[in-house]
């Protein structure tokens, strides 16, 4: 579907990004009245304060609804778990509010949704978290239960038992999802990780005394942040943080020393070197069949030695190359109008919907597009989206396509401030880096400071000689895929008989 | 919905998105201001200077009931075309004045009316009034621009449908539970039907149902309230008022004589599920806060009934789930169960069935109902914590309400149920005859 009248329309379309605001367009009768003054965002001040036990805590006041969120950080998460126990810090986590030494499981639930609130734990690559979100009345009553699911789980078998059952059925479920395969394969496949929910034959194996020693090892003040936002004093805060939290003691042994950022977070591996890139061609093309699936997935993937983290002297800041890598996927696929989305969607109603994201960790990230199409298509599509990340290490970005898609960033930034769940998480993000809050301040400049230069270097070093997968009913694409990738191996695996250990 | 894997008509989201709320504790009440232009077109405003942002939404007295004979999806296949040209707008302008400035748009199909809104910094409020005046009444519907997004509509449909393993279980609740109300098609329709459709419905369409009398606008967030007035009878003010009769759907579902079992299958389903279905009252009517709080008893969180015996305690269902999906019409009152492994869909109706027959012969418990409305004021308050989430309150409340001071009686209504409440709405409408029964599972198993 390659032809003129799409070429047609994508000049158009870039003219009226040219002149979005005072448009003349040809047949056009009126303008859109430009903006008046700007009002001034405001970036919501944090204060911070350490307590005697090596327990971070942060508050940030905002009185406008009152709701409370408070945010228990761990810094550790599915990266300090080996693949053959794999999904072992969520279930640590998500085991926590399953009982404690003087609550049962159906107690916790029933007492923190009588006063009306929640509470979540879980784990992602880099940390664990506890989360309550609570009308700010009631925050006294509900970090009482907080606290007694940090300080004093049990972790009963007939708990684990339960999750365990729960997770395979969730994964067998989700299994069946072309997206979800997609991701879940790529995890090993592409990154050398391995799935932060588990794997069928990890959580199988995971026992009891694992998960007492994962939490031993991982769960301790000097490891935490405590993150309050929304409707409370920052004096009220500190109080409540002592009172709940100041009698947590560190282990007399934990797997890490506090404070010492050298060797923390353990550091993840690495995805395939820079110098084993080749710049026209990826790696390789992995297939997983999934008979009558009503699509494929199609991904793009390549694991970066670029981290998130960047050590200066012994002091931790961020990587430099991490404004432009946001920047970048902003243009190619981070929102509506980014160019796959322009690309697979809008030009030619391939998908409903096309983007890219970055998962970071301390020392290396994973960079994977996202979409998915009918079968027929699934081959078309890969072919698209290799071409528009090549085209980012061949040519440069206009200011008139640069600049609205910095905007895009820095306007997603200032709404996920709005709320206080969405403050807390971006909190969190910082401290499970070590990074500063100041961060917090500095992030519209940084965004607004890359230069198209910044991006297509950072393209050209990072985005080649990655891997295609492609989760779908193989016999109605793999011809055309043949076709298309005529000098590439295509390795085919049945989603049936999928073991993540034996991909390589 | 034109962006996320999602049209809201999925009656999984029914429950995120119920439209009651409420409490002991207090809610500071919205304070709204109402206007109507001569033409027709309705405006409500809230101003809340908390953020530089301001949130535009324009609400449509029109949804997939409103699908033409035959052309089922319809609605929503042109919601998705008013984000192409118009008289004075390229195709995807709505994006440059939007996206391009920090702000975000999107749309979304219901069964009984659409939206459109967008967040954007405050000092873009003149342009977007400005545009979602021109796409009122100026819309241009070409043909390549309706084959494409036709095109990206039947993607929506495969991902959200057909690449689910429940997804043609939703999809089942809605057309098996009705005989001949036009909510049996579904919002998201067909591929077939779909396929049939042409721009000149689309012209049709918009013809009939696209005017300011059959519209609210609706904006929240940072902006002076003259201003704001000003502009809206500046481009908003200017547009005629159609002549013709705006067509409404008449037809009333009929009470269901028997029970109705029927059984359905689909590739990819891991788990057997089963549904069991009521027709409810219609939006308006009085039983309505009684059966959200029952709802929220029987289905909001861990400690709700359905969770702590079929998930927790039974061990038999990864998912229990009882909705109110209230409409504009007779809506559904639904129980749904996902089977564990190894587990039947017998042993899930009949648990559900036992926990139905026990919120009708006993009393909700006192703290029960304490907590029920504990969590919807907590749900409350989140929505309220951004302009678009306020906004979106004061739609439902014009949507199912027809008045948009419902946003501040509704709560007040949920605060006034009672234990015998909910006892008595739960033994009106939850009888033999008025059930439908659907079991679903892996084909050719």
């Not at chain 1, 394969?185 to 069928?200: Q, R």
């Amino acid at each position: 579907m390659k032809n003129e009248k799409f070429k047609t329309l994508k000049v158009l379309s870039a003219l009226c990004i040219l002149h979005f605001a005072f448009l003349i367009c040809a047949k056009a009768q009126e303008t859109p009245p430009p903006p008046s003054a700007p009002k001034v965002v405001n970036i919501p001040a944090v204060k911070e304060k350490t307590l005697p036990n090596g327990l971070k805590v942060a508050v940030v006041e905002r009185k406008n609804v009152p709701l409370v969120t408070v945010r228990l950080l761990i810094k550790s998460g599915a990266s300090s778990e080996e693949m053959e126990k794999a999904g072992l810090a969520n279930m640590t986590a998500s085991l926590l509010t399953k009982g404690t030494k003087t609550r049962t499981a159906t107690q916790i639930a029933e007492q923190i949704e009588f006063l009306g609130g929640s509470i979540n734990a879980g784990a992602g690559w880099n940390d664990s978290f506890v989360t309550v979100n609570v009308m700010s009345d009631k925050l006294d009553a509900a970090m009482t239960i907080m606290s007694d699911v940090v300080l004093n789980p049990t972790f009963k078998q007939q708990e684990i038992d339960l999750l365990k059952s729960q997770s395979l059925d969730n994964l067998a479920y989700n299994l069946k999802q072309p997206g979800f395969l997609a991701n879940y394969v790529s995890s090993a496949y592409s990154f050398k990780e391995h799935p932060v929910g588990g794997t069928t034959a990890a959580l199988n194996s995971i026992k009891q005394q694992d998960i007492i020693d994962f939490h031993k090892n991982n769960f301790s003040p000097a490891r935490a942040v405590l993150i309050f936002t929304g409707d409370i004093t920052e004096a009220k805060a500190n109080l409540l943080a002592q009172k709940y939290f100041g009698k947590w003691k560190s282990p007399a042994k934990t797997i890490l020393g506090s404070g010492d950022s050298s060797n923390f977070p353990p550091k993840s591996p690495v995805g395939t070197k820079n110098s084993e890139q080749n710049l026209s061609k990826i790696r390789r093309i992995l297939v997983v069949d999934l008979p009558n699936s009503g699509q494929a997935a199609v991904k793009y993937l390549k694991g970066l030695e670029a981290g998130r983290v960047n050590y200066n002297g012994g002091k931790v800041g961020v990587n430099p190359v991490y404004y432009p890598s946001i920047v970048m996927n902003s243009v190619l696929g981070g929102g509506y109008s980014s160019r796959l989305n322009q690309e697979i969607r809008i030009k030619r109603g391939l998908s409903y919907g096309a983007g890219s994201a970055f998962s970071w960790r301390v020392e290396n990230s994973n960079f994977a597009t996202s979409t998915q199409t009918k079968n027929e298509s699934a081959a078309e599509v890969a072919e698209l989206v290799l071409d528009e990340v090549k085209k980012l290490a061949d040519k440069s970005v206009s200011a008139s396509e640069l600049n609205p898609r910095k905007l895009v960033l820095t306007g997603d930034f200032g709404r996920d401030l709005e709320t206080t769940q969405g403050l807390a998480a971006a909190l969190a993000d910082l401290y499970s880096f070590e990074l500063p809050v100041a961060e917090l301040n500095s992030y519209m400049k940084s965004v607004q400071g890359v230069s198209d230069a910044q991006i297509r270097e950072f393209a050209k070093q990072n985005l080649a000689g990655g891997d295609i997968i492609i989760v779908g009913d193989a016999k109605v694409f793999m011809d055309d895929l043949k076709k298309r990738f005529p000098n590439m191996k295509i390795e085919i695996v049945k989603a049936a008989d999928l073991d993540l250990s034996k991909l390589n | 919905m034109r962006k996320f894997p999602a049209f809201l008509s999925m009656l999984v989201f029914a429950f995120v998105f119920s439209q009651s709320v409420f409490g002991q504790a207090k809610i500071t009440p919205l304070n709204i201001k109402q206007r109507a232009l001569p033409n027709g077109l309705k405006v409500v405003s809230l101003q809340d200077a908390s953020s530089p942002t301001v949130s535009v939404h324009v609400w449509y007295n029109v949804g997939g009931k409103n699908d033409p004979q035959g052309r089922s999806g319809f609605a929503h296949l042109f919601e998705h075309m008013m984000f192409k040209s118009t008289k004075n707008m390229k195709s995807e302008m709505m994006d440059r004045l939007t996206e391009d400035v920090g702000g975000y748009n999107n749309a979304s199909t219901w069964d009984d009316f659409t939206n459109y809104y967008e967040v954007i910094p405050s000092n873009y409020l003149e342009t977007l009034l400005w545009a979602e005046s021109d796409r009122m009444a100026n819309l241009n519907v070409d043909d390549a621009n309706f084959k494409s997004e036709r095109d990206v509509v039947k993607e929506e449909y495969r991902q959200s449908v057909l690449a689910q393993p429940y997804g043609r279980f939703f999809e089942y609740i809605s057309s098996l539970s009705y005989q001949t109300h036009p909510y049996k098609r579904g919002v998201i329709g067909n591929l077939d039907e779909l396929n049939a459709a042409t721009p000149q419905d689309a012209n049709d369409f918009y013809k009939l149902f696209y005017r300011p009398d059959n519209a609210y606008l609706i904006v929240a967030g940072n902006f002076e309230q003259a201003q704001l007035d000003a502009w809206t009878d500046k481009y908003f003010g200017r547009l005629a008022r159609p002549s013709g009769a705006i067509p409404r759907v008449t037809t009333v579902e009929p009470d269901r004589a028997q029970e109705k079992r029927q059984l359905t299958t689909a590739p990819n389903v891991p788990f057997p599920a089963v549904a069991i279905t009521y027709l409810a009252p219609n939006s308006k009517s009085a039983d309505i806060p009684a059966l959200k709080i029952a709802e929220t008893i029987l289905s909001n969180g861990e400690s709700s009934r359905l969770y702590q015996a079929l998930v927790y305690k039974q061990q038999i269902a990864q998912e229990a789930v009882f909705s109110a999906d209230v409409r504009v019409d007779k809506g559904l009152l639904y129980f749904y169960a996902i089977a564990s492994e190894g587990k039947k869909p017998e042993e899930l109706e009949k648990s559900l069935l036992a926990e139905l027959k026990k919120i009708q012969t006993s009393p909700v418990a006192a703290n029960e109902l304490a907590k029920a409305k504990n969590q919807l004021i907590t749900r409350t308050l989140q929505e309220r914590e951004t302009n678009d989430g306020k906004a979106l309150a004061i739609e439902r409340a014009v949507a199912y309400q027809g008045d948009p001071n419902a946003v501040n009686t509704d709560i007040q209504k949920l605060q006034a149920v009672t234990v015998a409440d909910v006892q008595r709405v739960m033994k009106k409408y939850f009888t033999d005859k008025n059930r439908v029964v659907i079991y679903y599972r892996q084909e050719g198993k």
